[in-house]
């Protein structure tokens, strides 16, 4: 290695990290791939081996039988209900994590109490809220579900909205207070505009989380507001396996995560570094 000039060296090494880099891309971006080709292809190619790498004609009635029997449906329920709850969530936690940050409401431990509370596992609280829930009548409803994703993301987002809200330096909302802004104008004109990224950032992780839920989800419903994670488990079945259908509903839930991380990256880069930094 004495003998290789420095620039040759410094090549080599940029050449395999590009390598690494691309391997890397490649094992992660393959079985995405693979789940869209999979939709797109006949019986005969999913189940043929050697197996077909790509569909050699595009297929959309994976995609249409979806529509046809109303199982698409699921989706939107999942829209509905990540969408709302994050919402909320993102309403109250937010003046929560004002509260924490400026006020030190409860004191030191009260942020660490609360986050505290994500990290319980949800199947150890199932049971208890299918029973309250049954009692409520809120079983298969949107407002029941709503509610509990929105009281599963509240500390998640008062964590990490605490975080942003202290990197905001007090003078700028004490220049507001002392212009006549009451302390709901601070929140509006200074500290919203000052955390965005962060605000974004912490959306879209908690609209990600809501999505993603499968065990409320399958314990809260039953047919009306039934979400397309619990319809995936529909088409496995004792003698068979969807396959077309499987892959046809998965990409159906995967398209709106990616426009909303895909649209949101910006902030999403920017709010994850601040986060690292107070978080």
């Not at 693979?34 to 939709?39: G, P, Q």
């Not at 199947?123 to 009692?135: D, G, T």
Request: charged share 15%; glycine share 6%.
């Amino acid at each position: 290695m004495k003998d290789v000039p420095f620039h040759r060296r410094k090549e080599t090494k940029l050449v395999l990290r590009y390598l690494i880099a691309m391997v890397l891309v490649i094992i992660f971006v393959f079985p995405i791939y693979w789940l869209f080709a999979i939709s797109f292809k006949t019986p005969g190619e999913i189940f043929s081996f050697p197996p077909v790498w790509y569909p050699k004609s595009i297929q959309f009635n994976n995609y249409a039988v979806l529509f046809k029997d109303g199982d698409a449906k699921t989706v939107g329920n999942s829209l509905v209900l990540s969408s709302v709850s994050t919402f909320f969530a993102m309403i109250f936690g937010t003046i929560a994590a004002y509260s924490l940050a400026r006020f030190k409401t409860g004191g030191e431990n009260l942020g660490v109490w609360i986050i505290s509370q994500r990290m319980m596992p949800p199947v150890a609280i199932a049971f208890p809220i299918f029973l309250f829930y049954v009692w409520l009548g809120w079983v298969d409803t949107y407002i029941g579900l709503i509610i509990l994703y929105t009281a599963f993301s509240l500390p998640y987002v008062i964590w990490m909205m605490r975080g942003y809200i202290e990197e905001i330096p007090l003078e700028l909302e004490e220049s507001a207070l002392i212009d006549g802004c009451n302390r709901w104008e601070v929140l509006w004109k200074v500290v919203f505009p000052m955390a965005r990224s962060g605000l974004f950032a912490t959306a879209v992780f908690t609209f990600v989380f809501s999505w993603n839920d499968f065990l409320f989800a399958l314990v809260l419903t039953r047919t009306e507001v039934t979400t397309y994670t619990v319809q995936v488990t529909h088409y496995f079945g004792g003698q068979s396996n969807f396959w077309s259908k499987i892959a046809a509903m998965s990409v159906l839930g995967t398209i709106p995560v990616f426009i909303t991380v895909a649209t949101l990256q910006r902030y999403l880069v920017r709010g994850i570094s601040m986060g690292a930094v107070k978080g």
